[in-house]
T-cell receptor, first 112, second 115 residues
Framework: GQSLEQPSEVTAVEGAIVQINCTYQTSGFYGLSWYQQHDGGAPTFLSYNALDGLEETGRFSSFLSRSDSYGYLLLQELQMKDSASYFCAVSASYNQGGKLIFGQGTELSVKP | NAGVMQNPRHLVRRRGQEARLRCSPMKGHSHVYWYRQLPEEGLKFMVYLQKENIIDESGMPKERFSAEFPKEGPSILRIQQVVRGDSAAYFC?????????????FGQGTRLTVV
C-alpha cells in the first residue's frame, strides 16, 4: 500500500522553532511537497523537494532524505497565524504531477 | 488572475439525489485533479483530467461517481444517488503541466452534506 506518516498534532509557542516529520512508503517517488490548510480551507503549497537536502523559503524550510524515505518541514520564528494543519504529500510519478498522496496532516497550535 | 474556483461552496442533498460540483481551473491550466477530504483526515486523490480526457481515475469509486472536463466550461464531479458516507469536502486542484515538480493550486472546496 501507499502511506505517509506524520504526527497528528504539535504545540509550540510564538517565536519558537518546530519540526514536522514525514515518513513515506509509496510504490513510486518523484518528490515531496508540503501544504498548509487553515480551518478546512484551500490547501496552500509551501515547498517541494525532489532531491536530498534542505530547501529554504523564508521562515519555512523543508528537508528530504530519499534513502530514508523521510522528510521534514521546519517552521522558524513561529507566529500565531501559523496555527493550521500541515500535510506532506508525495508525487509518485513524473507525468502526473498534481496527483498527490497526502499524509493525514499535523495540527499545529501556536500559543502566545 | 483568479485562482481555482469551485462552486457551490456548500451543498446539501437528501439521500438518493444527485450532486454536481463544479471547478474552473486557473487561467492557462489544463490539468485538473479532484480530491476528497473527510474530517480530520488528509486529502484522497480521486481523478485526474485534462481537457476532454480522463487521465487517471484510480481513486474514484466505481459506482455513482463520474467526472468530466469538457472542451468548454468547468470540470464537473457528479455523484449520483448520494448516501450519507459521501458527506465530505471535495477539493479541486489545477496545474499548468503534468510534471512531477509542478505546483498544484487548490480551490476552496465544496462541502457536501447528505441528509
Amino acid at each position: 500500500g501507499q502511506s505517509l506518516e506524520q504526527p497528528s498534532e504539535v504545540t509550540a509557542v510564538e517565536g519558537a522553532i518546530v519540526q514536522i516529520n514525514c515518513t513515506y512508503q509509496t510504490s513510486g517517488f518523484y518528490g515531496l511537497s508540503w501544504y498548509q490548510q487553515h480551518d478546512g480551507g484551500a490547501p496552500t503549497f509551501l515547498s517541494y523537494n525532489a532531491l536530498d537536502g534542505l530547501e529554504e523559503t523564508g521562515r519555512f524550510s523543508s528537508f528530504l532524505s530519499r534513502s530514508d524515505s523521510y522528510g521534514y518541514l521546519l517552521l522558524q520564528e513561529l507566529q500565531m497565524k501559523d496555527s493550521a494543519s500541515y500535510f506532506c504529500a508525495v508525487s509518485a510519478s513524473y507525468n502526473q504531477g498534481g496527483k498527490l498522496i497526502f499524509g493525514q496532516g499535523t495540527e499545529l497550535s501556536v500559543k502566545p | 488572475n483568479a485562482g481555482v474556483m469551485q462552486n457551490p461552496r456548500h451543498l446539501v442533498r437528501r439521500r438518493g439525489q444527485e450532486a454536481r460540483l463544479r471547478c474552473s481551473p486557473m487561467k492557462g491550466h489544463s490539468h485538473v485533479y479532484w480530491y476528497r477530504q473527510l474530517p480530520e483526515e488528509g486529502l484522497k486523490f480521486m481523478v485526474y483530467l485534462q481537457k476532454e480526457n480522463i487521465i487517471d481515475e484510480s481513486g474514484m469509486p466505481k459506482e455513482r461517481f463520474s467526472a468530466e472536463f469538457p472542451k468548454e466550461g468547468p470540470s464537473i464531479l457528479r455523484i449520483q444517488q448520494v448516501v450519507r458516507g459521501d458527506s465530505a469536502a471535495y477539493f479541486c486542484a489545477s496545474s499548468p503541466s503534468q510534471g512531477g515538480d509542478t505546483e498544484a493550486f487548490f480551490g476552496q472546496g465544496t462541502r457536501l452534506t447528505v441528509v
